[in-house]
């Protein structure tokens, strides 16, 4: 026994040792890191889109750098970013310094977005953020564009374009409430989990909503981890809402979107719910989930240009599931780096930078292209619109997820009609139908 | 010229009498030592982080064991003074332009005021009820974070902070020396006499109070030390990571102080910090295996409890010294008898 | 809107005072704070899910193969890392958290950390004074009513329970008078995790399953204990009520600050304790020897 314990300090003594002396290996290769909460869905489709990527760059031979062709190493790193933003650092860093990756690829939560940032900012490498929605990260490259110029936004465009594609969505289910159901004035009950990202929606919503010709029936604030939601949804029912306006991007999406339909509440649900964009929702709502209409920017039988059928068709022989909006750091490295890696026949950060951020592509999800604010300068941020990335809007039909959104949309009066090949019709819950039809 | 060469020679003797007799403290010594001189051998930036990190830790988890472990009052949020220490840094910083070596002081000067608020409270709970309700005030503080994002910045925290200098070498430089001189203070207080009746209180309160000594000021003096030299490290933090978060204030933070400071040995300060020195870049070190990672960390928690409950470091300690029988003076376990009153150790 | 918040808090108080009671007989009995107490809740939640999900069974079912196998696990995981170190109480404390994180990590290995959800015992739901109500819920209140009325069966009239109750009033003379104390601490964690397992498969079918499900309820379940008072398990009923009382009128009178709800219940707590520091119906411990 005494032994065993001795043993037991010698092993962590040499484990702390070795932890410090684990050499990293040189390479002649590009080494890309990808960074995201890896336990999670979300890193592992920042993993899986990078793997795909890398997979089909090295088939075609790998990347041509001036006259040499080098293969792409990816480097995993999982950021825990969900329960740690220390530990997301900590993993920036050792990508960085440890494993000398020479681009980075990921990253989800906006707070440890914004650390991790910092960190690849210092050491001049190019960041490609997969997931974080938050204006303040682009924001820093137009106030200190030399210290942030090397980042730029992958996916998705920022949430002040997401509450716009929102509003649009909201409009427009409420016109097919308007018509076929002959409401009056529509009422909307506005919930949104309490969060940083929600609190300017809320505002904004208030105001667009009587701009409609709607009514806000009330507005409620749930915990985003919140699972009993009870109490709103029967305060939701006595204002007599017919549409709730949701904003969830945490857990809470599951239990009001499974509580709301087992107690037939008789509101649609539109907006944004991150839970119901997941494969997952319709097990997790045991069924429920049924007509819940939500913001995505995948759904298997949409084809928003040539590229989208390809990307998700490979993506789902792959791995046995559609993508989230995270996988797009396959189009990151595909037709982002790559491209410009081989445009300017260098990996120099500074040289890729100013090749980027004037670059216009096809992704699967639309076309990328930079934006600029007011004053010009850049801020490395998508732009929205038709032509470029709108999103789409999904509903749950009867177990399926298909497309209802954009659908003979035109963003402006002068604008084209836009309807993506495989959108569908919107349907409207029975029971809802039930209620109101005169 | 005399009274320097006189001070240098009672300095060794010093060091020969009393560090270089000891193991244990010659280990500390040596180990204040290396720390210092690393940064000669090695530039690489991921290793001076994790240490950074670690000191920074350190002070947190020393400032623990000065509250729960000398006076007995079991704090299950300490995370409070933690996140008091970081956003108010963070605030002063932003707001007031503070430089850092103004706002963390400032920050930590909050944290003491945030030990009086839970400290006053807590005076007349114990035990398991003192343990559960200090865990409920860096939630309830969390809640008001998330209440007002327009000046606590909500879940994104507040960020943009000034670093500490701009060089990481500078930056660890800064650190170390301040966990050193923190850690040392905390000792020095616990070797004097309020240090005494820390121990008291924890021992048995009712008697300290029948010697006539007033145990809420000193309860008090408990907290809001502890308070500040936590919020100290909130500070440090905050600036580091250039980040001041709503992680800073989390359960899991709280928890982590305990697991550090009983891991290490409690009722010691050097106990806590041993203990985040080794447990932190082992929980590092555990990325080889990402999934595995905290399972691997939880299991050595459980193995090491079982098989030394009082703490790992003491045990260590227990087996490279002895106790003298007669005069109780600290002796290397290989000697036969003792340095002081030659008695044998047998 | 009185009428929604009376059936709120009765049904989240249920929830509440299910987990409290089995945590303070383990506290009153053995003195161990098990911060492990809603870990082995979620273990048993995920039984329930993979018997639901994977073998397609009823919950019922689920049910029935998930308390059991909980209880097993419980009670071997104390025997082998809790029970050696029941002096040291810092050590307990800090040696049930690395147990309820194991335990968290091992299922996030085995179902990863996507949320899961599990079908209700009974499907549907019914309108009471114009309030709509679950029947899960239903089961779930009744099911407090029922533990506790058992609970106090047990422990007056059988001569098990008179051996808890003499071990959680004076070990020593327990011990002195015959009964294994040791033993006694075993049953009554082996009955105390029962009681999480069975609450959790109550309870799960109204909530989300994953591997972090278990710090919430942590929180509130020593909210509850301390204000009740810890050892007293009449105490523990009552203030689950209470508290859930106050969180469901936090949600129904200030909608927008629906997420306060947590805070405001542990302000209620730290108020009352300032009053009565030993909770609502505890006992003043003594100092022990």
């Known amino acids: ?438 | 010229m005399d009274l320097i060469r006189y001070y240098i020679r009672k300095f060794f003797k010093l060091l020969k009498t009393e560090v270089f007799v000891l193991p244990s403290r010659m280990i500390v010594l040596l180990f204040i030592i290396g720390l210092l001189v690393l940064p000669l051998i090695t530039n690489d930036p991921y290793l001076l982080r994790i240490l950074i990190l670690a000191s920074i830790f350190a002070i947190f988890a020393a400032s623990w064991d000065l509250l729960s472990g000398f006076t007995g009052q079991m704090n299950f949020g300490h995370a409070l003074f933690f996140g008091v220490g970081a956003y108010g840094a963070a605030l002063l910083n932003l707001h007031l332009d503070l430089p850092p070596w103004g706002s963390i002081p400032l920050g930590a000067l909050g944290a003491v005021v945030a030990g009086l608020i839970i400290g006053i409270p807590c005076l007349r709970l114990r035990g398991t009820y003192l343990a559960l309700t200090t865990l409920s005030f860096p939630i309830i503080l969390m809640g008001i974070v998330f209440a007002i994002p327009e000046v606590t910045g909500g879940e994104l925290g507040i960020s943009g902070l000034d670093r500490i200098v701009r060089s990481r070498v500078g930056q660890y430089y800064i650190t170390v020396v301040v966990m050193v001189v923190m850690v040392v203070a905390m000792w020095k207080i616990t070797d004097s006499n309020i240090g005494i009746i820390f121990h008291a209180i924890r021992e048995d309160e009712v008697a300290v109070r029948a010697s006539g000594i007033n145990t809420t000021r000193y309860k008090l003096m408990a907290f809001c030390l502890s308070g500040f030299f936590a919020g100290m490290a909130g500070g440090l933090y905050a600036h580091f990571m250039r980040i001041a978060g709503p992680s800073t204030l989390e359960v899991s933070m709280s928890f982590q102080v305990v697991i550090w400071a009983v891991f290490g040995g409690v009722v010691t300060i050097w106990g806590p910090v041993g203990a985040v020195f080794i447990l932190f870049p082992l929980l590092e070190f555990f990325r080889f295996w990402p999934e595995f990672r905290m399972l691997l960390f939880a299991i050595v928690i459980l193995l090491i409890l079982l098989f030394m409950p009082q703490g790992l470091l003491p045990w260590i300690r227990d087996k490279i010294e002895n106790e003298c029988p007669r005069c109780k003076i600290r002796n290397v376990a290989t000697r036969k008898t003792c340095r002081i009153c030659a008695t044998s150790m047998h | 809107m009185f009428a929604d918040i009376i059936i709120t808090s009765l049904i989240n108080g249920s929830t509440y005072a299910l987990l409290a009671i089995g945590f303070s007989l383990v506290f009153g009995v053995a003195r161990i704070v098990n911060i492990a107490h809603t870990a082995f809740y979620m273990v048993a939640a995920f039984c329930i899910f993979f018997v639901t999900h994977h073998l397609g069974f009823h919950p019922i079912v689920g049910m029935l193969i998930g308390v059991p196998v909980v209880t097993l696990l419980g009670m071997v995981t104390y025997w082998i890392f809790i029970a050696p170190i029941r002096e040291h109480e810092a050590a307990v404390l800090i040696g049930t958290i690395a147990l309820a994180i194991a335990l968290q990590e091992v299922m996030l290995l085995i179902f990863t950390g996507d949320y899961r959800s599990v079908p209700p015992l009974v499907p549907g739901f019914f309108t009471i004074i114009g309030v709509k109500v679950f029947y899960q819920q239903l089961i779930t209140f009744v099911a407090a009513l029922v533990i506790l009325g058992a609970l106090r069966l047990l422990l007056m009239k059988t001569r098990l329970g008179l051996a808890i109750r003499s071990t959680a009033q004076d070990r020593e003379v327990a011990n002195l008078m015959g009964m294994n104390e040791s033993r006694v601490a075993l049953y009554a964690v082996g009955i105390s995790i029962a009681l999480a397992g069975f609450t959790g498969a109550v309870v799960v079918p109204l909530t989300i399953v994953e591997p972090f499900m278990w710090l919430h309820p942590l929180i509130m379940m020593m909210a509850v204990v301390v204000l009740g008072g810890l050892g007293s398990i009449k105490g523990s009923f009552f203030a689950a009520y209470i508290l859930g009382f106050a969180e469901a009128a936090v949600v129904f009178l200030i909608p927008m600050g629906a997420f306060l709800k947590g805070s405001v219940a542990l302000s209620i707590m730290i108020l009352v304790l300032l009053i009565r520091p030993e909770g609502l119906f505890g006992i003043a411990f003594e100092e022990e020897r």
């Not at chain 1, 220390?86 to 990921?106: I, Y």
């Not at chain 1, 924001?139 to 200190?144: H, I």
């Not at chain 1, 087992?262 to 719910?273: D, F, S, T, W, Y």
């Open chain 1, 1 to 438: 026994m005494k032994n065993l314990k001795s043993l037991l300090v010698i092993i962590l003594a040499f484990f702390l040792v070795v932890t410090f002396c684990f050499p990293a290996w040189g390479a002649k290769t590009i080494k890309i890191g990808v960074i995201g909460p890896m336990q999670f869905v979300q890193g592992k489709g920042h993993w899986n889109g990078a793997v795909m990527a890398a997979e089909e760059i090295n088939a075609r031979g790998g990347v041509k750098v001036g006259d040499k062709k080098m293969k792409i190493e990816l480097v995993k790193a999982d950021s825990n970013e969900f329960l740690n933003v220390m530990d997301a650092t900590n993993a920036m860093e050792r990508l960085l310094t440890r494993d000398k990756v020479d681009f980075v690829v990921g990253g989800f939560r906006s707070e440890a977005v914004l650390a991790m940032q910092d960190i690849a900012m210092d050491y001049k490498k190019i960041f490609i953020g997969c997931g974080a929605a938050h204006p303040e990260i682009c924001l820093r490259v137009a106030k200190d564009y030399d210290t942030y110029k090397y980042f730029f936004r992958g996916t998705p465009f920022n949430s002040r374009y997401l509450v716009r594609t929102c509003f649009i969505q909201m409009a427009t289910v409420g016109a097919i409430l308007k018509k076929s159901l002959n409401i009056p004035k529509v009422k909307v009950a506005i919930v949104a989990s309490k969060a940083m990202w929600t609190d300017p929606m809320v505002k904004a919503a208030e105001g667009f909503i009587p701009k409609m010709g709607m009514e806000v029936a009330g507005v409620w604030r749930p915990s985003p981890v919140a699972t009993d939601v009870m109490a709103e949804l029967s305060a939701i029912q006595r204002s007599g809402a017919h549409m709730i306006f949701t904003m969830f991007a945490a857990s809470v999406g599951i239990p009001f979107a499974r509580q709301a339909g087992e107690l037939k509440i008789p509101a649609v649900q539109v907006g944004i719910n991150v839970e119901a964009q997941k494969e997952g929702f319709w097990q997790a709502t045991q069924g429920h989930g049924n007509y819940v209409m939500t913001l995505n920017t995948y759904n298997n039988d949409v084809e928003v240009n040539e590229l989208t059928k390809p990307f998700l068709e490979t993506y789902m022989k792959r791995f046995g599931e559609p993508p989230t909006y995270t996988a797009d750091t396959y189009s990151a490295i595909v037709y982002g780096i790559v491209p410009a890696i081989e445009m300017t026949g260098t990996l120099n950060a500074d040289r890729l930078v100013k090749v980027m951020e004037v670059r216009e592509y096809l992704v699967p999800g639309g076309k990328v292209g930079y934006i600029k604010d007011e004053q010009g300068r850049p801020l490395h941020d998508l732009k929205w619109g038709p032509g470029y990335l709108t999103s789409l809007g999904v509903q749950w039909q009867d177990g399926k997820q298909v497309g209802v959104w954009p659908n003979k949309w035109k963003a402006s009066k002068d604008a084209p009609e836009i309807t993506y090949k495989g959108i569908v019709p919107y349907k409207i819950a029975p029971w809802v139908i039930e209620k109101y039809k005169k």
